[in-house]
């Protein structure tokens, strides 16, 4: 067993500093791209919104679509600013990693309150679903910032 974990160690070792890199990419592109997808703001969003009994639904497709399309940018530009200058890209980091708590806190009450946390229909559970994932993930960039484990 140590034979093995010192190989998977040595195979690691030159990727950890870019192991969280790979987070901030794979959460920064996703997450605009779920914005992205909603713009032009559609009727049926916004009706959807309204449906759901949220005031000035309009107002909040539009926040939605362009806070997520911005989180994610903040996302990938908070790692990048922040090779030149530790504390502005750390802020970045920060408050996109926040603004994505918030949306997916916001989507999974909203748009998934019906979900079973472990069993349900396929499609219908929360542990198995990217929004359970996007909430950790912007979680982890919300406390972690740009510090390295």
């Not at 870019?18 to 990419?25: A, E, G, P, Q």
């Not at 679509?65 to 920060?94: D, F, K, Q, S, Y």
């Not at 909203?110 to 069993?119: E, M, R, V």
């Amino acid at each position: 067993m140590n034979k093995l974990n010192d190989l998977l160690e040595k195979l690691a070792r030159p990727l950890k500093d870019y192991s969280s890199c790979l987070l901030r990419i794979g959460l920064g592109v996703s997450f605009f791209l779920h914005g992205y997808g909603k713009v032009p703001i559609q009727q049926g969003f916004i009706d959807w919104l309204a449906s759901k009994g949220l005031p000035f639904a309009e107002l909040t497709a539009s926040l939605v679509a362009w806070g997520e399309m911005l989180a994610g940018i903040g996302i990938l530009i908070g790692g990048l600013v922040g090779l030149r200058t530790p504390v502005v890209g750390n802020i970045i980091t920060r408050l996109s990693g926040g603004a994505v708590m918030v949306i997916m806190i916001g989507a999974l009450l909203l748009a998934h309150s019906n979900w079973g946390i472990f069993f349900g229909e396929r499609g219908s559970i929360l542990f198995a679903s990217e929004q359970l994932f996007l909430l950790l993930l912007g979680t982890y960039f919300a406390i972690r910032g740009n510090n390295n484990l």
